[in-house]
């Protein structure tokens, strides 16, 4: 069974341009949630996917968007690039329950992402 | 909303020594609380969750983590260290407001021959 996959693993990128970054999640996983981890730090939550729609959305500008496909799969893309949105950037797939929680997130090897 | 606090960014122990990770929890509702092991240049791996059942949780690799209500704690603990579990560990609660995992700092471990 794969797990949740990432691509790509690195990527370089200018001040101003845009990224994507896409997502492929566990097997049976129908939820998508994407997280920043800024160096040395934890992750911080930046928005979640279910059924097609932004479900949930952390304290990030709108210059991050997404999207989920039909085969749950997704896409996180960033505008605007800045010094600052270097970082490594995870993917992580759930289920939701009979309440709707996912809370039991299985994570990706992240996407390295550096801007200059 | 609910909260982490990892105490100690840099924990050091010998190799076979008790490894003791330290995660402190606020939260205003009955928490669902998580450990997870980030090795170098990987994403996050996940060694242990408490979901209201035992308070005493057993993972992987050796690891286990016990709930305390009455301290707000939720250490992570194993008996005996080995070099192999160098690396970066991550202490989470899940936010029911926001339907995601809300993380602590996180705390590295080091292993000495």
């Known amino acids: 069974d794969a797990g949740v996959t990432q691509s790509p693993t690195h990527l370089i990128k200018t001040r101003g341009q845009q990224v994507t970054l896409r997502c492929s999640p566990k097997?049976?996983?129908?939820?998508v949630s994407w997280y920043q981890q800024a160096l040395g730090q934890g992750p911080q939550f930046i928005f979640q996917?279910?059924?097609?729609?932004?479900?949930q959305r952390g304290n990030f500008p709108d210059r991050f968007s997404g999207h989920q496909f039909p085969n749950y799969s997704s896409e996180l893309n960033v505008n605007a690039l800045l010094l600052g949105d270097s970082a490594l950037y995870l993917c992580?797939?759930?289920?939701?329950?009979?309440?709707?929680?996912?809370?039991?997130?299985?994570f990706g090897p992240g996407t390295r992402l550096t801007v200059t | 909303a609910q909260s982490v606090t990892q105490l100690g960014s840099h924990v050091s122990v010998s190799e076979g020594a008790l490894v003791l990770l330290r995660c402190n929890y606020s939260?205003?509702?009955?928490?669902?609380l998580f450990w997870y092991v980030q090795y170098p240049n990987q994403g996050l791996q996940l060694l242990l969750k408490?979901?209201?059942?035992?308070?005493l949780v057993k993972g992987i690799n050796g690891f286990e983590a016990e709930f305390k209500k009455s301290e707000t704690s939720f250490h992570l603990t194993k008996p005996s260290a080995h070099m192999s579990d160098a690396a970066e560990y991550f202490c989470?609660?899940?936010?029911?407001?926001?339907?995601?995992?809300?993380f602590g700092g996180g705390t590295r471990l080091m292993v000495k021959p």
């Open positions: 939260s205003s509702v009955p928490p669902y």
């Open positions: 989470a609660v899940y936010n029911n407001a926001g339907n995601m995992l809300t």
């Open positions: 996917y279910y059924e097609e729609e932004e479900r």
């Open positions: 408490y979901t209201s059942a035992a308070t």
């Open positions: 097997s049976g996983h129908d939820t």
């Open positions: 992580a797939s759930s289920h939701r329950d009979v309440y709707l929680r996912s809370y039991e997130q299985y």
